[in-house]
C-alpha cells in the first residue's frame, strides 16, 4: 500500500523496518502502524487533549488545533513521538515550547521529530486542516456526519468508533491510551445553527457578528472515540437524580420540536435505565461530568457522557426486524448504550481485539434491565429467545492484536452469551451482582485486557475459569456435549478443543447439574432407556450430541 510523506515521496509499507531521514520505524503495515504500541508511541501518556475546530460549513472542512498534553515516561526513548490524523486532513505544522518541530508522515501516522533529552511534562500544538472524511453510514462506518432534520436545518456530528478519534482531530489513537486528565472541545459557530452539545460540562461565550463559543470539558480520563459533539437546534430538559454517588445532573438535549417526546419516552426510560445499572453494576462512573443524552441523526453509539441516541422515542430497535414481545418492553438504544458507560468508557479494552468485553456486557446490560422490570424468568426468556441463528462461531470473539481489529458480529451476541453461561454457572444471583460491581471498582477509570478480565473472574470466585475463557473466546467452536444412553444410566463427556476444561451444566431434561470434563462420566437414571435424548438446559451456549 502506498501512502505519501510530507515531501511528496511515495512510500511502500510492507517491510519489517522503513527508513526515513536516516531513521528505522519498525512497522509491518498500515493496520500494525495504527494497532500496535510502536517504539513512537510508547514513552509518552497523554495527560489531556484541548481541541478547537473552526468548521466552515458551505464547503463541510475545518482547521483545527488540538494541544495534547504529556508526559515523558521513559529516560530513554525514540526521537521521534507518533501523532495519529488520518486522510483527508493533514498536519499543517506542530509545536513544542514555541519551536516549530519537522516531522515525517506515513500515512495515516505523522512521525514528529522531539529533542532527545525531552523529559518531564510538556504540551504539544497541532494544527491541521482539510475537508474530514464523511460517514456513508455513521456509526458503522466512521466520520463526520452531516445531516438535515425535519425542518431542513443543519445537523451535523461526529461518529468513529470503528474508525479511530485521529479520523477528526490528532492523537494517540490507540485503544489503551486515555488522557489521564479529560479532554475540552471548542467550536465556534453562527447563532443560526443553533447549538454546540459535546462531552461533560459546558461554557458558552457570545461572540460578535451572531457568533457564539461552546467549550464542553470532561474531567475524568476518556477513550478516543468517545470524544464527540453534536451541532443543530437542540434545546434541553435537565433532571436531577439521586444517585449512588449523590447528586447527579441529567441532561437530554433533543431537537426542539421533539421536547414532548423526550419528556414522555427518553427522560422516564433512561432514569429507570440508570437505577438499574446503578443497582447491578455500582454507581454511574462519571458524576464530575454530568449525564447527558443527545438526540443524533444516527441510530446511536456510547460517546461518554453525551450519549448519541436516535431510536426515534420508541420502544424496541426501529431498524431491527423480528423483534420479540421482549425486545418491545424496552428503548434497547437507550439500555445498551447507557450500559457502555459501565462496559467501553469506565472499562475500556486495551486493544480492539478484546471488543468482546465491551459488546458482550452491554447487551447483557440488556437482558439484566428486563430481569430488573420483569423479574429473573423473563431475563431468561429474553436471552433464549434472542439467541437462535444469531451467533456464527466463524472465527475466534478475540481477533488478533496489534492492527486495529475485532472479531465481527460474534462480538455481540457470542459475548453476551458467554458471560450469561457464566452466571448460570455460578448459580447465585447475588454474588455475580458483586461481581458485576467488583469489576467497576477495580477497573475504575482503567484500561485492560482481555485477559485482566478473565482472571479477575477467577479470582473473584475462587474458580478457575481460564479453561472456559480459552475455549469460548480463542476458537471459533463451542464445546459439544456427547452423551449416551444405556439402560439405567447416562454418559457424557466434553469435547472441546481446551484440554482441561470442565464446566458444571443443568440439564433439562432430565432435571439434573453434571460437572462435564473431557473423560467420560456417567450418572444412575432409571427412565435413561426411555429418553430419546438428553436435553441442555437452554441458557447454557453449548452443543449436544447423542453418540452410540
Not at 363 to 381: K, N, P, V, W
Amino acid at each position: 500500500m502506498l501512502f505519501k510523506n510530507a515531501s511528496g515521496y511515495a512510500i511502500l509499507i510492507c517491510l519489517t523496518t522503513l527508513t526515513v531521514a536516516q531513521h528505522k520505524f519498525e512497522i509491518t503495515s498500515p493496520d500494525s502502524l495504527k494497532g500496535s504500541i510502536t517504539p513512537e508511541r510508547v514513552w509518552w501518556d497523554v495527560l489531556h487533549y484541548e481541541i478547537s475546530l473552526d468548521i466552515d460549513f458551505p464547503t463541510k472542512s475545518l482547521k483545527g488545533k488540538t494541544t495534547i498534553r504529556f508526559e515523558v515516561t521513559m529516560d530513554e526513548h525514540s526521537p521521534y513521538m507518533q501523532i495519529d490524523l488520518q486522510a483527508p486532513l493533514t498536519i499543517d505544522s506542530l509545536l513544542l515550547s514555541h519551536k516549530r518541530l519537522k516531522f515525517e508522515q506515513l500515512g495515516a501516522a505523522y512521525m514528529v521529530k522531539v529533542p532527545e533529552e525531552l523529559t518531564g511534562l510538556n504540551s504539544i500544538e497541532v494544527y491541521y486542516s482539510g475537508a474530514p472524511k464523511v460517514s456513508s453510514n455513521p456509526p458503522y462506518d466512521g466520520g463526520f456526519v452531516w445531516a438535515m432534520d425535519s425542518l431542513n436545518r443543519d445537523w451535523v456530528s461526529v461518529a468513529c468508533q470503528l474508525v479511530g478519534g485521529s479520523v477528526w482531530y490528532p492523537c494517540k489513537d490507540h485503544y489503551s491510551e486515555e488522557p489521564d486528565q479529560g479532554a475540552s472541545l471548542t467550536i465556534t459557530i453562527p447563532d443560526s445553527m443553533g447549538v454546540v452539545v459535546g462531552n461533560g460540562l459546558h461554557t458558552k461565550q457570545d461572540l460578535s457578528n451572531k457568533q457564539a463559543r461552546y467549550t464542553w470539558e470532561v474531567k475524568n480520563p476518556i477513550n478516543n472515540y468517545g470524544i464527540s459533539f453534536y451541532i443543530g437546534h437542540y434545546i434541553n430538559i435537565s433532571q436531577n437524580y439521586d444517585g449512588l454517588a449523590g447528586p447527579l445532573d441529567l441532561d437530554f438535549w433533543v431537537l426542539d420540536y421533539n421536547r414532548d417526546k423526550a419528556i414522555s419516552h427518553l427522560i422516564p426510560e433512561s432514569i429507570k435505565t440508570l437505577k438499574a445499572f446503578e443497582k447491578w453494576f455500582g454507581q454511574y462512573p462519571f458524576y464530575e461530568d454530568g449525564f447527558k443524552m443527545v438526540e443524533s441523526s444516527y441510530i446511536g453509539m456510547e460517546h461518554q457522557s453525551a450519549i448519541a441516541y436516535g431510536n426515534k422515542f420508541k420502544k424496541g430497535r426501529f431498524s431491527f426486524k423480528n423483534l420479540t414481545a421482549l425486545d418491545l418492553q424496552t428503548d434497547r438504544l437507550i439500555v445498551h448504550e447507557l450500559a457502555h458507560e459501565w462496559f467501553g468508557n469506565n472499562i475500556t479494552m486495551s486493544d480492539m481485539a478484546d471488543r468482546w468485553v465491551q459488546e458482550g456486557f452491554a447487551a447483557y446490560g440488556e437482558e439484566l434491565f428486563i430481569e430488573e422490570m420483569l423479574g429473573r424468568d423473563a431475563g431468561r426468556e429474553f436471552f433464549v429467545t434472542r439467541l437462535p441463528n444469531k451467533i456464527k462461531n466463524q472465527q475466534p470473539l478475540v481477533s488478533d492484536y496489534g492492527i486495529f481489529k475485532d472479531a465481527g458480529r460474534d462480538m455481540y451476541f457470542k459475548g453476551w452469551a458467554i458471560i450469561h453461561t457464566l452466571r448460570e454457572m455460578i448459580n447465585d444471583d447475588a454474588k455475580f451482582q458483586g461481581y458485576l460491581q467488583s469489576l467497576n471498582k477495580d477497573f475504575y477509570h482503567k484500561t485492560i485486557y482481555s485477559r485482566e478480565l478473565e482472571q479477575f473472574s477467577s479470582q473473584y470466585f475462587g474458580m478457575d475459569f481460564g479453561p472456559y475463557f480459552d475455549q469460548y473466546l480463542r476458537y471459533s467452536k463451542v464445546p459439544t456435549l456427547e452423551y449416551r444412553l444405556e439402560k439405567n444410566s447416562i454418559g457424557y463427556r466434553l469435547v472441546a478443543d481446551v484440554e482441561n476444561l470442565k464446566m458444571k451444566i443443568k440439564l433439562s431434561e432430565p432435571d439434573k447439574w453434571i460437572e462435564a470434563t473431557q473423560s467420560w462420566k456417567a450418572f444412575k437414571y432409571k427412565k435413561a432407556a426411555e429418553l430419546e435424548s438428553l436435553m441442555v438446559d437452554p441458557n447454557f451456549l453449548i452443543e449436544i450430541e447423542k453418540v452410540n
